[in-house]
């Protein structure tokens, strides 16, 4: 299983982003997907997830407006949309994968322990 995250970049305040996270060796309709970040010196935190039949996507509620998770599985990828751009979504993206039925909710959507795979990052920065 390989999760490769791509998208990052220098962006300004204000403005948008969209990173991808292909699935390979895996069919990724069976699989639900999870975006974290991590900042230089702070935890990972959960950005957005989306379950296996794309029926149910969640967000922390600090991250609700601003980030969109739709998904292609003809294309095996997963999106994160982020929009209005604010210094402090600076950080490395993560995607990691779940196997169906692990994803049930909130709870478990945010957890690290949710996903068995992960991709490597890609580094998202946020300045004018």
């Known amino acids: 299983v390989q999760l490769q995250a791509s998208g990052g970049g220098l962006v300004q305040p204000g403005g948008s982003l969209r990173l991808s996270c292909v699935a390979s060796g895996i069919v990724l309709n069976f699989y639900s997907i999870g975006w974290f970040r991590q900042a230089p010196g702070k935890a990972r935190e959960f950005v957005s997830g989306?379950?296996?039949?794309?029926?149910?996507?969640y967000y922390p509620d600090s991250m609700k407006g601003r980030f969109a998770v739709p998904r292609d599985n003809a294309k095996s990828t997963v999106y994160l949309q982020i929009d209005s751009l604010k210094p402090e979504d600076a950080a490395t993206y993560f995607c990691?994968?779940?196997?169906?039925?692990?994803?049930?909710?909130?709870?478990?959507?945010?957890?690290?322990?949710?996903?068995?795979?992960w991709g490597q990052g890609t580094l998202v920065t946020v300045s004018s």
């Open positions: 990691a994968s779940a196997t169906a039925g692990r994803m049930v909710g909130s709870a478990t959507a945010g957890s690290i322990y949710t996903y068995a795979y």
């Open positions: 989306i379950d296996w039949s794309g029926k149910n996507t």
